[in-house]
């Protein structure tokens, strides 16, 4: 055996034998199931971003609330990572969840060329609702829903897991309107954009998503959102209570007892 190789040995030996895993430098084992934190080094026009989701822990927030919710039967990896402008989202190849830093700093410039002051608070918001819509298709995935695969049908129904989510926090709404918030500034950055469906993005367009969130707060709640009352939002009600109704009724297999 190899030098570095016996060096490998012996520590592994060691922490798989150790009272203190943390003192012998042994790092634990991640979770063999359910939604699993991880960060990677940013490069280097990451770094305010990657350093503003450490020390928000919002990934890790995130995940404690899925996992409190649900029970996954494998491990969903969720890693805060530079992207190169690819763009967060999920790999059911690997069952993990890139949280891109790049769009972050997007993010953060929309708000704060918007609104002129820093934009810590929107940009928690956005996150979270973009780590919930993610989980979506991980969940979507797992439960093989019948929306798999198709496109439109499959980001429709990870946004509104985002929405069963934060609606079940009591600011879920406060961050439900500001990603719908981002989603306007974003259309409002690229005037020239046709606001007709990209055949090459599966998503709704930018002003459909953000209505769209708009709605399901209306809709959860009427009468505490009266300045969201409009007559193409009558039907809302009913919107969300189809869209809880259905997840609640889709997630059955994973629901942990609450």
């Known amino acids: 055996m190899t030098l570095p190789r016996l060096r490998t040995a012996l520590v ?7 009272l203190f895993p943390a003192l012998a430098g042994c790092q634990p084992a991640p979770p063999d199931r359910g939604f699993v934190p991880r960060h ?73 060329e918007a609104d002129g002051r820093p934009a810590d608070e929107a940009l928690s918001e956005v996150v979270r609702e973009t780590l919930h819509h993610e989980a979506g298709h991980a969940l979507v995935d797992a439960l093989d829903l019948p929306v798999r695969d198709r496109g439109r049908a499959e980001e429709d129904a990870a946004d509104r897991f985002a929405q069963l989510m934060l609606l079940r926090d009591p600011r879920g709404d406060h961050a439900l309107l500001t990603a719908a918030r981002a989603y ?24 459909a998503r953000a209505e769209s969130h708009r709605c399901a707060v209306y809709g959860a709640a009427p009468a505490r959102h009266p300045d969201l009352a409009t007559p193409p939002r009558a039907d809302c009600p009913r919107t969300w209570t189809a869209t809880r109704d259905t997840w609640t009724a889709d997630l059955a297999p994973l629901l942990k007892r609450q």
């Not at 790999?91 to 997007?106: A, K, N, S, V």
């Not at 690229?190 to 055949?199: F, H, I, S, T």
Request: with cysteine; proline share 9%; glycine share 4%.
């Open 40 to 112: 990677e080094e940013p490069a280097e026009a990451d770094r305010d971003s990657a350093g503003f989701l450490k020390r928000s822990q919002l990934v890790e927030r995130v995940t404690a609330d899925l996992n409190a919710y649900l029970d996954v039967p494998y491990r969903i990896t969720v890693v805060a990572r530079s992207c190169a402008g690819e763009g967060s989202g999920y790999d059911p190849g690997t069952h993990r969840i890139e949280l891109c830093y790049d769009d972050l700093t997007e993010d953060r410039h929309l708000f704060e």
């Open 184 to 207: 306007d500034l974003a259309a409002a950055a690229d005037p020239a954009r046709d606001p007709a469906p990209d055949p090459d993005d599966d998503h709704a367009p930018d002003p």
């Open 12 to 18: 592994s030996a060691v922490c798989a034998t150790t």
